[in-house]
């Protein structure tokens, strides 16, 4: 069956400019995570989605972040005014029901902040 | 604050011999813990995982244990494969966090044939 997927693969933006990150979760899985990866360091807890409940924000590393979650599947996260620090991969993830459990990746969006 | 470390960034072990990742934890809330593998442009898949109520878990040819009151686990893959080189991230959870998981900074397997 489909797995996680992500689009784009790639993405070079210019600071100061809004980028948008979409992630497709497998099929019947209620919840999804997003987590991103800087050079050379693991991977860092964005946010989470389960069901219609309210999003785990906790992660989010300022206000320019945003993500949503629309009709339980497809999610877009939103970076505005991009910052080069924002440089990372961004990893999306979903599980079946956001329990303790194994999460599914996707290959992850590669954002170039120049 | 880094809760989930793994201090080794690397690792080379010549094939069919074994390999030993280590994992050290300091939040003692954490009740379930797995190891991801990670290739270069891909993303991390699962490998195992485990529960706190357990010290053992095996799959094939990887197994991990886990160390309760030294807050450590590690994994352990035998026979060691060329097709193994990878990162491997160790990640842990709580039960009472939404099961969003804290990962370590990775170890860079590499098996020479």
Known sequence: GAGVSQSPSNKV??????????????????????YRQSLGQGLEFLIYFQGNSAPDKSGLPSDRFSAERTGGSVSTLTIQRTQQEDSAVYLCASSLSGLQ?????GPGTRLLVL | DQQVKQNSPSLSVQEGRISILNCDY????????????????????????????????????????????????????????????????????????????????????????
Not at chain 2, 91 to 113: D, E, H, M, R, Y
Request: aromatic residues 14%; contains cysteine; glycine residues 6%.
């Open chain 1, 13 to 34: 933006t210019e600071k100061g400019k809004d980028v948008e990150l979409r992630c497709d979760p497998i099929s019947g899985h209620t919840a999804l995570y997003w």
């Open chain 1, 101 to 105: 459990e194994t999460q599914y990746f």
């Open chain 2, 26 to 113: 300091t939040n003692s809330m954490f009740d379930y813990f797995l190891w991801y593998k990670k290739y270069p442009a891909e993303g991390p898949t699962f490998l195992i995982s485990i529960s706190s109520i357990k010290d053992k878990n095996e799959d094939g040819r990887f197994t991990v244990f886990l160390n309760k009151s030294a807050k450590h686990l590690s994994l352990h893959i035998v026979p060691s494969q060329p097709g193994d080189s990878a990162v491997y991230f160790c990640a842990a959870s709580t039960s009472s966090n939404t099961g969003k998981l804290i990962f370590g900074q990775g170890t860079t397997l590499q098996v020479k044939p």
